[in-house]
T-cell receptor
Framework: GAGVSQSPSNKVTEKGKDVELRCDPI?????LYWYRQRLGQGLEFLIY????????KSGLPSDRFSAERTGESVSTLTIQRTQQEDSAVYLC?????????????FGPGTRLTVL | GQQVMQIPQYQHVQEGEDFTTYCNSS?????IQWYKQRPGGHPVFLIQ???SGEVKKQKRLTFQFGEAKKNSSLHITATQTTDVGTYFC??????????WGAGTKLIIKP
């Protein structure tokens, strides 16, 4: 596609439910990043994929968070047993490579609200 | 770990006034990138600086990278309402990971 796409754009869920967020990076981009952005705050790094492997999972806040990437393309971020503090915008970004000084292209984000 | 500090957190200016945001790193950066996030939007890449002491301009925006490659600034001359948003700096560490500043939110009073 022309840009990074994310779905859903909005997700409202009840506390304790699992949610799955999807990211489609720019075709050919080998690096993919997930960030969390709470209201009025900066970008909180969650996880980075180079191809299908995740060399850096250091930002995942807890074991309720997991992510995978398949086919060096689509990635899903799964949050299990959601809590109210998980409410935020989840941004996905891709870049041509994770081993260079490449710019990151962001998707529009998924706004998650946990009631 | 490596950190990039960005100040100020917020800046209110009258339309037509200048605006500057500063980034400082605890260690030498390989490069510095600047992004803009409009209200309700996502970060969009503006520019990248790589060389020590580099200065680049985009219309009313001037970007600088310090001689020691530890600091950078973005200066906007004669702000307009279209400049509203949050400006982020980010620099790559030695493992090519992008370390982000916390952002400076520019608020313009018409």
């Amino acid at each position: 596609g022309a840009g990074v796409s994310q779905s859903p754009s909005n997700k409202v869920t009840e506390k304790g439910k699992d949610v799955e967020l999807r990211c489609d990076p720019i075709s050919g981009h080998t690096a993919l990043y997930w960030y969390r952005q709470r209201l009025g705050q900066g970008l909180e790094f969650l996880i980075y994929f180079q191809g299908n492997s995740a060399p850096d999972k250091s930002g995942l806040p807890s074991d309720r968070f997991s992510a995978e990437r398949t086919g060096e393309s689509v990635s899903t971020l799964t949050i299990q047993r959601t809590q109210q503090e998980d409410s935020a915008v989840y941004l996905c970004a891709s870049s041509a490579s994770g081993t260079g000084y490449n710019e990151q292209f962001f998707g529009p984000g998924t706004r998650l609200t946990v009631l | 770990g490596q950190q990039v500090m960005q100040i100020p957190q917020y800046q209110h200016v009258q339309e037509g006034e200048d605006f500057t945001t500063y980034c400082n790193s605890s260690t030498t950066l390989s490069n510095i990138q600047w992004y803009k996030q409009r209200p309700g939007g996502h970060p969009v890449f503006l520019i990248q600086l790589v060389k020590s002491g580099e200065v680049k301009k985009q219309k009313r925006l001037t970007f600088q990278f310090g001689e020691a490659k530890k600091n950078s600034s973005l200066h906007i001359t004669a702000t307009q309402t279209t400049d509203v948003g949050t400006y982020f700096c980010a620099g790559h560490d030695s493992n090519y990971q992008l370390i982000w500043g916390a952002g400076t939110k520019l608020i313009i009073k018409p």
